[in-house]
């Protein structure tokens, strides 16, 4: 029982001290007088009773109630129940009273109720008082305080006859139970009565409707904000007008809290004179009348909560964490179900009847119980991780917050992990973790019902009646009676506060209270103590808990099986199978990933301890000291799956013996973990030891209790399964029952227990502290823990691996025993730490407590002697076996410079590679060695991620790609040591970021570095691998001498001439329809035979040409091939000239070749031979190239064969020149200078371009676009749509349709397409020269002149090169990104622009097409002639002339105008020390880009497929071949580059030139082919330019990491074949299935495409018949022919395969088509296009268009002229071959039998002369001889030197085969 209220008092107005306007309370009377001993008066009542301030008020408020909560000093809570009325002050209090007092008067409105005019009207100026009646108690019944002090205000109102003094005399002695649901009836005196009901189970919060009515003023959401503030600490501030709101506000949330218990400061209604309070330090939950929210404005970390307006404002450096998801959401949903039902009937056809709403008493049960099934959900299963560490003599527990965390699965959850430190949970475990004590609802919810929960989450209507379930459980404890609930209690009559008759509240008399106050306490005292009779029982555990959410971790769930590998491994290992387990291991080091498998790994080795350590040899204790640390360095410092507490005393028992009488254990070889500096790890594991412990000890008297009836086993067994909290509350429950000895006996037993434990753990803590090697004292430095602690009192440890907490002991000193000192004091006061908290905690005595600071330094010094035996003996141990080094496989001819270095490969930001977004497996970082050969940068290693151990990593770049190498300090991903690195990056789109293995030196390191450099940057091209590479692999030949490695220049301008005659005249005469030369006529000499077949006349000028009599043999041939190079035989196939130098030229043609720069003299940069106007002599070209830049005047670079227009390229303009002469066309001239004759020189030489266009020659009726009137052309000029910048496309964003006055013909077409090429006006220029608009400022044009000028903006190379740089870092970025998002790498390309400049090459080439295409000649005219001329140069040729989109004409291409006209590749690819500060600048590769681009949306019109560009992106940077280092032709012939003698290149030599290398490749595989060619012979391709329309190249951001880049083929098709064997390609199909990985695999390689691999089959099934396998080139050209015949039996004239649509747009990106024929559908490619749809073409297109075969009609063998008879024979090797088939052919000119591997081959195996054979004869077969054969087939020929022994296919074959020889035999 318990007194209902403890004091009454009456509090009244005074004025204050300093006689300001303010008054303040004063008591008038308290009762009882004395403080009661057990519970003293409360300080400050006055303050509370008006929390406004105490004012006088102008007119009679009615009276107002609320109930104020003071807390005192031992936080007990004291409920001040306040009835506030107003009297009329006397007047002389009116006298004291300024007039200040009415100033205040809103404010005193008192809890913000309405005033009520009076209706007799107060005298003027009469003021009133505020006078309080108060009672204070310990209880919270508010309505019974309600009713009594309105008893006592109705009494003194009413003038009733009752005695006040005896009303608050019963009032002081009432006595009501505490709890247990009995009811007690009261009556104070006055005829009245009230009923008050205690609840059933105290510890539930009273809340009435507070909680409804929160969620009513503030919302779900706000609501569930304010809880999770609470909840993590956070300041609240509740304001409202009304006092009661603030007060219910503020109780409803703390009903919402439970069963945690809010324990910071919690004041309800807050007195304006304590605001300062607000600014306190700490949480608190406070209300305060919204009059003064102006003073809580500034208030920055406090969430403010307005009750009156609906709204929670949470400032914004609070982060209120939310509560974990799913119960997040789930909460919001079933409290909207609760507050709203109507919500889930809203939308029904046909709604139910309302039903009524549950009573706003039974919702504020909902809600609560809402919550609490939260909690209980939040909380499952804490019981089991608590740990009772002392029983006796009162319970000692503490919470095991990581396992709990750990084992929901909330480690990251910031919401959890706040709560779980907060005071509130701290109470809650002290409060509710003691296991015997009376049990409540949330016990029983906790432990019973969150099955039921779990399995009702997605029924919302079963949630629901869970919910009413509890709220009525929550309800029946409020109102355990609820019908009887009936009061009778007078009260004041309606306004009686207006009535003027009052008189003041009466003084009481004291004596008369106390009298009745005295005579209940002699009552009270002769009647027994009420005890409060405590069920108590054992409270229940529940189900053990399980994770929130069930999250699958991956591909480390673990089976069955992976647990089995793990027992395995182990079992193998201790049974000294070490051969087992090693295969095993990797397997078992994937699974450790998991946890199970941790878990797993920890009891097995427990199972393998015998006694208290198990020894092992090296090999077994390096196995588990390897699988101990794999467990642990996935452990986070608070260990919350118990992995380290598992593996800690395992590791003080495995060890080895380094020598007699020194032994290593486990310890010291897995100290590098975070974990062991962790304080909290070391008090839980502590924790759960004692609790172990203390277990034991009450369960060892088990035996002597056993009655006898019992057996043993069985008593064990219950033993067994009991927990400690089992246990704990049985001693509890026994405890009173014990004598006071037996009572000492246990308690000191469980201290001594503790104490004996510290001990055991200040040993194994200097174990996994004190480093083995004392003296460097670097684990410390590493790890930060315990540095750090040395400053942090109990905050969590940081477990940064990097920081340094040098600062806390002097490592600087230098002196070894210094240092070792400050590794022990460390690790010293570490332990004590340790020591005094848990010991503190636990009750030890302070004499052990000073015992262990005494023990620990002696533990610490006695262990560290011991380490320093096993560090010396140790260091003699042989070192680990790191894993074997995987050698790269080299080129032939690439060599090792520095061998493998071992280093970590690391990710870098591209995702794929460690099993990012596209899944697959994480590859990197991978673990292995850094080669330097003389060709490549090679990393080749194995993922150190155990899931993908087995495979093989290789990442490589060309040596000369290096374009960035950058020195790092990074962390090792095994041993997470800080390791020097290198990140190297190449323009090949590879990043090495690599860290060094701790062997590496430093030096080595370096020596690495300046290698690299040395290759990188070599002084001299010469120097570079493709250089080297010949060289160094001919040992037989001596070195050529400097001057013999070409022929000198003098003597090759006197060839230059003639063979360029003799070549032009063949061709002309030989054929009208160009067809390229074949590839071996390219680099050979012209036959003997035909030497002079042809007469040229020889108009030579005599001053500079010899008769080519005078030359030698070698020369003449040196010359052919210059004349053969690319520029002469596309000059030819164009028509573009003769080559003539006599005034008799003639004048039919308009250009000639004309040998001016054959001595490289006028341009250095230009090939030998140029196309000039017919009309200008040599003479003048010296002086026009002098108004050019780089002396790179204007020449013909290409002829349009249908308008005839010719494209022209040139170096930009010098100041002097057209601009100047259009410049100062006005100005006199005081007489003609140089410069002047050369501008005249130019503009005749324009001239002379024009008048050469048959179109222009006749100069009449000339009219250009300058008539165009330039308004509508935009404000800059009619060229102004070229834009620089390719970002204001808004007005350019078309040029190629809109440009030269498209603008006002049409509308312009979106996407930046092109339109039909005949838009163009009729009247155009003749000439545009496309400049810079920088050199064009200012020019006037002039109307008379034929040609235009078209200004445009164009990037330079060093925009290129920027650009580039970002592009790579955007394509792979160095370091993972933040937030890894396709955005970012969006944002990061289009910061590049890349693309932009891409757009604006396509789009200035487009419009040189369309100019072009309408009959105008262009003279491209930018920067230097040599960058961006020639990609726009080269991109137009490409669009314009389906011929160089095959392999033969791309090759030209590049040779003529990237080669032959001079683009600086070396210096753009810095390939030298000189060019080192320049930089790369990837212009060819921009040129490629764009190719591909066309390419994407073209893709019917190319021959050569994306692979090809590819292949030339990587190797123009790559060096290995010759073709794309130098800057020049002339610098190609001072190197002797150009004319190789081609007799050497017989054999297996590696191939100096790409296209040759492309040619070998093509022979053999498809590989650069595109099977979907099928082109339109006048095809001009219009590609879409806008920056929407292009793609990023996959070359920028694809990679294989099986084997490298795959652009060296050799490397990537395994290792090569001698070359007498025959090479199937690629073999059988493997019919296994296998994973092709992202960034892994090579898909092409992996899943080759339909076509590819049928030619593939077909070899092989030839090879298995032993029939020579055919070219793949003539299998598929076959299957052409026989498809277009088939097409023409058809009919109809339509084939039934596909046919290929002539509208052109229409062929855009589309390879295949869907044609129904006449048996249903048929899909196939189309193979040739010359089947046009309805075939209507013209005979004559059908006649000019070539077969695709036409194209590899290269590969004839150059003799076909002289081949008498061939055939396939079978050919039996020398001694110990085999059989070959091979192809034959008999040659009576040259009197040979020569044989080739393939009928299409060039290179012949082997002659046999005919003049040694002696006889022909039949043979006889031999073994391996082919079985199908006739016996009569054979045949054998003997010669002087060795019997050949010959197969033919069939007898009569090889009856011809002996006649034809024998024929020739005797022809001789």
């Not at 992995?643 to 380094?658: E, G, H, Q």
């Not at 060819?1484 to 390419?1495: A, E, I, S």
Request: with cysteine; glycine share 6%; aromatic share 8%.
């Amino acid at each position: 029982m318990a007194r209902l209220a403890d004091y009454f008092v009456l509090v009244a107005f005074g004025p204050h001290p300093r006689g300001s306007g303010e008054g303040q309370g004063q008591i008038l009377q308290r009762f009882p007088e004395k403080d009661w001993e057990d519970n003293p008066f409360p300080q400050g009542i006055e303050l509370f009773c008006q929390p406004s301030g105490w004012q006088l008020c102008p007119e009679r408020n009615p009276p107002t109630f609320f109930v104020a909560v003071l807390t005192d000093i031992n936080s007990e809570r004291h409920y001040c129940a306040c009835l506030t009325f107003w009297e009329p002050v006397e007047s002389t209090q009116e006298v004291v009273c300024t007039e200040d007092g009415t100033e205040k008067e809103d404010e005193a409105n008192e809890g913000g109720q309405a005033r009520l005019s009076s209706t007799a009207p107060a005298q003027p100026g009469q003021l009133f008082a505020p006078k309080t009646l108060v009672l204070v108690s310990r209880l919270d019944h508010t309505e019974v305080f309600r009713n009594s002090l309105g008893l006592i205000y109705a009494i003194h109102v009413e003038g009733l006859n009752v005695c006040l003094e005896n009303v608050i005399g019963n009032l002081l002695t009432c006595t009501v139970p505490l709890a247990g649901g009995s009811q007690r009836t009261i009556s104070l005196g006055a005829g009245d009565r009230q009923v008050i009901q205690t609840p059933l189970v105290d510890s539930l919060p009273v809340s009435r409707c507070s909680v409804a009515l929160l969620f009513r003023q503030l919302g779900i959401t706000n609501v569930l904000s304010l809880f999770c503030a609470a909840l993590t600490e956070h300041k609240v501030l509740f304001l409202s007008r009304s006092y009661q709101r603030l007060a219910d506000a503020c109780r409803g949330l703390l009903a919402l809290l439970f069963p945690l218990r809010y324990s910071f400061t919690y004041v309800p209604i807050l007195p304006a004179q304590l605001l300062e309070v607000l600014s306190t330090p700490t949480p608190f939950i406070i209300g305060v009348n919204a009059a003064f929210q102006a003073e809580t404005q500034e208030l920055l970390d406090v969430i403010v909560a307005d009750l009156d307006g609906g709204t929670v404002t949470v400032p914004e450096c609070v982060h209120i964490p939310p509560l974990p998801e799913p119960l997040q959401s789930q909460t919001h949903n079933v409290l909207s179900m609760v507050l709203d039902p109507e919500l889930e009937l809203a939308d029904l056809a046909f709604p139910p009847p309302t039903t009524s709403a549950s009573s706003l008493k039974m919702q504020d049960k909902e809600l609560r119980a809402v919550f609490l099934r939260l909690f209980a959900q939040l909380l499952q299963g804490y019981r089991w991780c608590l740990h009772i560490v002392r029983i006796h003599p009162e319970p000692v527990i503490r919470f095991h917050k990581a396992a709990f965390l750990g084992q929901r699965g909330l480690v990251e959850d910031d919401f959890l992990m706040k709560v779980l430190e907060g005071m509130a949970f701290a109470g809650f475990v002290s409060e509710r973790g003691v296991p015997y004590r009376s049990t409540d609802l949330f016990d029983e919810l906790v432990a019973h019902e969150v099955a039921r929960m779990r399995a009702d989450e997605n029924h919302p209507h079963r949630v629901l009646r869970h919910v009413q379930e509890l709220a009525e459980q929550l309800y029946k404890n409020e109102n355990p009676y609820p019908a009887v609930a009936m009061h009778k209690v007078q009260r004041p009559g309606e306004a009686s506060h207006l009535r003027r008759t009052h008189r003041p509240f009466p003084r009481l008399d004291e004596g008369t209270v106390q009298w009745i106050v005295d005579q209940a306490a002699a009552k009270m005292q002769g009647a027994p103590p009420a005890v409060k009779a405590e069920r108590r029982t054992t409270v229940p555990s529940g189900p053990p808990m399980t994770a929130i959410l069930e999250r699958c971790s991956g591909p480390h769930i673990n089976s069955a099986r992976r647990l089995e590998v793990v027992r395995n491994c182990i079992s193998y290992v201790f049974e000294g199978k070490m051969l087992e387990a090693k295969k095993l291991l990797p397997a078992v080091l994937r699974a450790l990933k998991g946890r199970a498998a941790r878990r797993c790994l920890a009891h097995e080795l427990h199972l393998h301890v015998q006694q208290n350590r198990a020894v092992l040899d090296h090999q077994q204790f390096d196995f588990v000291v390897r699988m101990m640390n794999c467990c642990l360095q996935d452990c986070t410092s608070l260990d919350e799956h118990g992995i380290a507490a598992a593996l800690l005393p395992l590791v003080t028992v495995f060890c080895r013996k380094l020598s007699p009488g020194v032994t290593q254990f486990a310890y010291s070889c897995v100290q590098e973990h975070v974990v062991w500096s962790t304080p909290q790890f070391w008090e839980a594991m502590f924790y759960g030891d004692v609790q172990t412990h203390i277990r034991a000890l009450y369960l060892e008297p088990a035996d002597d209790r056993l009655s006898p009836s019992q057996e043993v086993g069985e008593a064990q067994s219950q033993d067994d399964e009991r927990s400690a909290l089992d246990v704990a509350s049985e001693q509890r429950r026994l405890w009173p029952t014990l004598s006071r000895e037996k009572q000492q006996e246990l308690v000191q037993k469980e201290e001594s227990t503790v104490f004996s434990q510290a001990i055991h753990y200040a040993n194994r803590m200097s174990y996994l502290l004190l480093p083995l090697d004392s003296s460097k004292s670097r684990l410390l430095r590493e790890r930060a823990g315990l540095g750090d602690l040395e400053s942090a009192s109990n905050s969590l440890v940081t477990n940064s691996m990097a920081g340094s907490v040098a600062e806390s002991y002097d490592t600087e000193s230098g002196f070894e025993d210094a240092e070792t000192c400050d590794v022990a004091g460390a690790v010293v006061r570490f332990i004590n730490r340790f020591v005094d908290k848990v010991c503190t905690e636990s009750g030890v005595t302070s004499d052990h407590l000073k015992g262990l600071h005494v023990m620990v330094p002696d533990i610490v010094q006695m262990h560290i002697e011991t380490l320093e035996a096993v560090h010396r003996e140790s260091k003699r141990l042989p070192p680990i076996q790191k894993p074997k080094l995987l050698r790269p496989r080299l080129l032939p001819g690439e060599e090792c410079v520095l061998d493998g270095l071992r280093v970590y490969l690391l990710p870098d930001g591209r995702e794929e590679g460690v099993g990012g977004s596209g899944g697959g497996p994480a590859l990197l970082p991978a673990e292995g060695a850094v080669f330097l050969t003389t060709y490549r940068v090679i990393f080749t290693g194995m993922p150190t991620d155990p899931l993908v151990g087995e495979q093989v990593v290789v990442r490589s770049f060309p040596v000369a790609a290096l374009t960035k190498e950058k020195r790092i300090s990074v962390q090792t991903p095994v041993d997470q040591l800080l390791q020097d690195g290198l990140q190297l990056r190449s323009c090949t789109f590879q990043l090495l970021k690599m860290a060094f293995d701790e062997e590496v030196g430093s030096d080595s390191a370096e020596l690495f570095r300046k290698q690299l450099h040395k290759l990188r940057y070599p002084t001299d091209i010469r120097g570079t691998f493709a250089f080297t590479l010949g060289s160094a692999h001919t040992p037989g030949r001596p070195p050529r001498v400097a001057k013999d490695k070409g022929p000198s220049l003098r003597t090759l301008s006197r060839n230059l001439v003639k063979n360029a005659k003799k070549t032009i005249g063949r061709q002309y005469v030989t054929r009208k329809k160009y067809n390229p030369p074949g590839w071996e006529h390219r680099g050979q000499p012209p036959p003997e035979d035909q030497e002079d077949e042809i007469s040229v006349s020889e108009e030579l000028e005599p001053s500079t040409l010899t008769p080519s009599s005078a030359l030698k043999p070698s020369d003449r041939m040196t010359m052919s091939s210059l004349v053969e190079r690319a520029c002469c035989r596309d000059y030819q196939r164009l028509g573009l000239g003769t080559l003539s130098s006599s005034l008799s030229r003639a004048k039919s043609e308009p250009f000639r070749i004309s040998p001016v720069n054959r001595m490289y003299a006028i341009c250095r940069s230009y090939p030998g031979l140029l196309i000039v106007p017919q009309s200008i002599q040599d003479n003048a070209l010296q002086r026009v190239s002098r108004c050019y830049r780089q002396n790179r005047f204007p020449v013909v670079c290409w002829r349009s064969g249908r308008s005839k227009a010719v494209l022209l390229r040139s170096g930009g303009l010098h100041g002097k020149g057209v601009v100047g002469l259009f410049k100062a066309q006005n100005t006199p001239s005081p007489g003609q200078t140089q410069a002047d004759s050369s501008s005249l020189e130019q503009e005749k030489y324009l001239q002379a371009v024009v008048s050469s266009m048959p179109r222009y020659a006749d100069s009449s009726g000339r009219n250009t676009l300058s008539s165009f009137s330039s308004a509508h052309m935009g404000s800059h000029g009619k060229w102004s749509s070229v834009r620089a910048s390719g970002r204001s496309s808004g007005l350019g964003a078309d040029v190629g349709s809109r440009l030269a006055g498209r603008d006002l013909l049409s509308t312009p077409h979106t996407n930046g397409t092109p339109p039909d090429s005949g838009f163009l006006r009729p009247q155009r220029a003749a000439l545009y020269i496309i400049g810079d608009k920088a050199q064009l400022k200012g020019v006037r044009p002039d109307p008379l002149q034929q040609w235009e000028l078209v200004p445009i903006e164009v990037f330079e190379a060093r925009q290129v090169k920027a650009s580039f740089k970002k592009l790579l870092k955007a394509c792979v970025p160095g370091c993972p990104a933040t937030e890894p998002s396709a955005a970012s790498f969006l944002r990061s390309l289009e910061d590049s622009e890349w693309l932009i400049q891409i757009h604006k090459l396509l789009q200035i080439s487009v419009l040189v097409v369309e100019l072009l295409d309408s009959g105008s000649s262009v003279l491209v005219s930018l920067e230097d002639g040599w960058d961006i001329t020639t990609q726009v140069v080269s991109l137009v040729q490409l669009l314009s002339d389906p011929f160089y989109r095959t392999l033969e004409g791309f090759r030209l291409l590049v040779e003529k105008e990237w080669l032959s006209f001079g683009h600086r590749f070396s210096h753009r690819g810095a390939h030298t020390l000189a060019g080192q500060s320049s930089g790369f600048t990837p212009v060819f590769l921009q040129f490629l880009d764009c190719v591909h681009q066309v390419h994407l949306q073209f893709p019917m019109e190319f021959e050569f497929s994306q692979f090809y560009l590819k292949f030339l992106g990587y190797h123009h940077a790559s060096r290995r071949f010759r073709t794309f280092l130098l800057d020049s032709d002339y610098e190609r012939i001072e190197l002797g580059l150009l004319y190789e003698e081609k007799g050497e290149r017989r054999g297996q030599l590696p191939c100096r030139s790409v296209w040759e290398y492309v040619d070998r490749l093509s022979k053999r595989t498809p590989m650069f082919y595109n099977y979907t060619y099928a082109p339109e012979d006048t095809e001009v391709l219009r590609p879409y330019s806008n920056v929407s329309n292009l793609k990023v190249w996959d070359f920028y951001t694809e990679e294989t990491l099986a084997e490298g880049p795959p652009y060296d083929w050799e490397l990537a098709q395994g290792p090569p074949e001698p070359p007498e064997e025959e090479r199937p390609d690629g073999g059988a199909p493997q019919s296994r299935r296998r994973v092709v990985w992202p960034c892994y695999d090579s898909r092409p390689r992996v899943q080759p495409d339909a076509i590819s691999r049928l030619l593939e089959e077909l070899q092989r099934l030839e090879t298995e018949l032993g029939r020579p396998s055919e070219r793949w080139k003539d299998t598929w050209d076959r299957v052409k022919a026989a498809q277009r015949l088939e097409g023409r039996q058809d009919g109809r004239g339509t084939p039934s395969s596909l046919l290929v649509s002539t509208v052109p747009h229409h062929r855009r990106s589309l390879g295949v088509y869907l044609q129904e024929g006449p048996v249903g559908s048929t899909l196939s490619l189309s193979l040739d296009s010359d089947q046009s749809s309805g075939s209507t073409t013209s005979s004559s297109r059908q006649a000019a268009r070539r077969s695709t075969s036409t194209l590899y009609s290269q590969f004839q063998t150059a003799e076909s002229e002289n081949r008498s008879y061939e055939g396939t024979l079978y050919k039996k090797g020398a001694f110990m071959k085999p059989w070959k088939a091979r192809w034959f052919v008999l040659d009576k000119t040259k009197h040979q039998l020569r044989y080739y591997d393939h009928r299409v081959d060039t290179e012949c195996k082997g002659v046999i002369d005919l003049a040694e054979v002696e006889t022909v004869a039949p043979g006889t077969p031999t073994i391996g001889a082919p079985k199908t054969v006739d016996e009569k087939a054979f045949f054998d020929v003997k010669t002087t030197r060795r019997v050949y022994n010959f197969c033919a296919q069939d007898v009569p074959s090889a009856q011809q085969w002996v006649d034809r020889i024998q024929s020739c035999l005797s022809d001789a």
